[in-house]
């Protein structure tokens, strides 16, 4: 069967959680007029509701098409924005959650502000976000480290509703393997052609935010740890000054024995010492630990993500696809060597 042609842009849309909501966002997505063609990528990350049969109606459903990835299991959500990348066929992808929060009208705006202003990528940002304080706090922190750890424009705001080009999509997708992907770092280690785009941001339909303090910490660590060596340059630094401390510290209870009658006194400061410089020793190790783990598990191929069922529209309703795996090859489809190799 001859593939269609690739359309001008692909919606990738994790969905976790998102039966209730994921409907509408589809319809009203559908029902946008997009010039060149518009195709929908729902990935299903293993959401324990019934997302995955709602996905497969829409599947089958007319307008614009529709293909729905199955996860094996639940890999976070950039994870699952990777493997809806890989799939999507688009001159340009936008990426969104599936909880209404961003209006689907602003996908439109956003693709034609990433393409009329020749954009490898658009990051949008809120006048007002709609989250809980905690949450917002949060997101602060994590811009402020990304601002001096990976290599982002200085006042970028970093939104999970975001547009790449192709070009941008077929690099990050291609290049990274590993299981703890940060998709904002992989797109600055690819352009810094980037821009930006004051969108509305709406209180959440129905449910709560899947961002646990938990999976917030988990991609905080993506961010410190994935694409800079800074922390372990900061190591260093700690290393070194508690290390002047201490010998300017030695220099004066030296001289205090020398000057003074008495003994030298502090058995309380002296285990405070103890206990910080303990401590500062224990993050550090625990830093380095970090980046060992995540190494052997990326030397082990922990997959970035396992598909385990496509469904899409063809010509006699709903199509089931089961992509072959290689387990040899992290997240990567299964490829048959070429002739002549065993």
Known sequence: MTEAPAPALSVVVPVYNGAGTVGELVSALRGLDIEGGLEIVLVVDCSPDNSLDVCKQLAAGPGAPVTVLSLSRNFGEHN????????????????MDDDLQNPPGEVKRLFEHARDGNYDAVYTYYAEKQHAAWRNLGSRFTNWCADRLIDKPPGLYLSSFRCISAFVRECITA??????????????????????????????????SNYTLRRLVRLWLSVFLNFSVMPLRLATLFGLGFGALGALAAVIVAVEAIISDKPPQGWASLMVAVLV????????????????GRMFLAVNRKPQYLVREVFHRGPGGLEIERPKVDTRAAGQPHREPPRGES
């Open 80 to 95: 699952a924005v990777m493997a809806g990348l890989a799939r999507a066929r688009g001159a340009y992808a936008i990426t």
């Open 175 to 208: 290049s990274y393997e590993g299981p703890y992907p940060y998709v904002d770092g992989l797109v600055f280690q690819v352009t810094q052609n980037v821009g930006r785009l004051q969108v509305e941001h709406l209180p959440r339909v129905e449910g709560r």
């Open 277 to 292: 410089l303990a401590g500062v020793q224990l993050v550090v190790v625990g830093l380095i630990g970090e980046y060992l």
